[in-house]
């Protein structure tokens, strides 16, 4: 792996973990050394940070964590909605219906399993799975890229929820009728259930925010 490369998941990883908040300063001196790698590779980690609106560039050598509040997290599912309602039309037109048959069966097994940190890791996986299986069903290059962006910072976001067993498990249920409906290719209701789903995620990540949100 090059050295940017490295640098890059490092301080990705670290963003969306939360172990750099929002606001922590990444000067070129102190992460190079502490990740040892040179400052070459470094500038390279932190543009490519620039570019997913992770971080912002305060001056030619530093940059820091960028915030993230009710607003931004607004934008960001006005993005995601219009761009995963129309993903879940495409892909139950052209996608593999036995593939999300299966992913169904798999939603309803993790459904079952949710207690505790693997539980709720496990659950996780099978979004990722799935979303993987509507990016290989759609085809499109320009908005699986899109996509990819958006879903980047939802691991940070997912992170500022508040553990709500009850929510994960309604999500559960959520994403198991959208599987259904790509089985079924039925476009309608995929589109319809992923704007149901993600008009309740929305809605329980802002009242998660401290002080909820009006």
Sequence with gaps: MRQSDRAYATLLEEIQSGALPAGAVLGEVEQSARLGVSRTPLRAALGRLVADGLVVQQSPRVTVVADIDAADIRALFELRRALEESAARIAAVRG??????????????????LHGDPGRDAYYGVIARFDAAVDAAVGNDYMTQALRTVRTHLVRVRRLARDKP?????????????????????????????????????????????????
Excluded: K, M, Q
């Design 96 to 113: 593999d219906a036995a593939a999300f048959a299966a992913l169904e069966r798999e939603f309803a097994d993790a459904g079952r399993a």
């Design 166 to 214: 009850d929510r994960l498990a309604a999500s559960v249920g959520e994403h198991r009728l959208i599987a259904r409906a790509l089985a079924d290719r039925d476009a309608d209701l995929a589109a319809h259930a992923t704007h149901v789903h993600l008009h309740n995620a929305l809605d329980s990540i802002l009242d998660s925010l401290p002080g909820g949100t009006p």
